[in-house]
């Protein structure tokens, strides 16, 4: 994969519709479709999202371990506004370079401003971290 070949997208996954977002700089970051309900966000590591030693650096996994918090809420309430509270993560395996590697997760609780959430991120069946997170929801002013 270089820069100018294009990954191919997985079947099932769509690509972030907001190219001028933190994210799509991050990534670029793919949906499972949301025609499905398992959630699922994942994104083709390359060179650029390395850190000094060659693996996938921690703040891209935190990145999309935060994409995922916000697409397994999504999934259960619908669109909505809202801001990440907390985030915790354990990183229990390196992230390599040329793969595609997903996030996965469910809600453990909904409620009227906060929703909790937590999961996995992995690559070819291994976990490389896992997360846990909490969304709130704002009103626009």
């Known amino acids: 994969m270089t820069e100018t070949t294009p990954p191919r997208i997985p079947e099932g996954w769509l690509l972030q ?4 977002t933190f994210s799509a700089h991050a990534g670029p970051f793919y949906f499972r479709d949301y025609a499905e309900k398992e959630p699922g966000v994942g994104f083709f590591s390359e060179p ?3 850190n000094g030693g060659g693996i996938v650096h921690g703040g891209a996994l935190m990145t999309l371990a935060d994409m995922s918090l ?3 809420c999504r999934r259960v309430v619908g669109r909505f506004r809202g801001v990440t ?4 993560a354990e990183f229990l395996a390196p992230g390599p370079i040329g793969k595609f590697i997903i996030a996965t997760g469910e809600a453990t ?3 009227k ?4 959430a937590r999961g996995t991120v992995s690559c070819e069946s291994k976990t490389l ?3 846990s997170g909490t969304l709130k929801r704002i009103t626009p002013r």
Not at 85 to 88: A, G, H, L, R, Y
Request: hydrophobic share 55%; charged share 10%.
């Open 85 to 88: 509270v907390t985030m915790n």
């Open 17 to 20: 519709p907001f190219p001028d």
């Open 129 to 131: 971290l896992v997360f």
């Open 48 to 50: 650029h999202h390395a």
């Open 109 to 111: 609780k909904i409620g």
């Open 113 to 116: 401003s906060l929703m909790f």
């Open 70 to 72: 916000w697409d397994i």
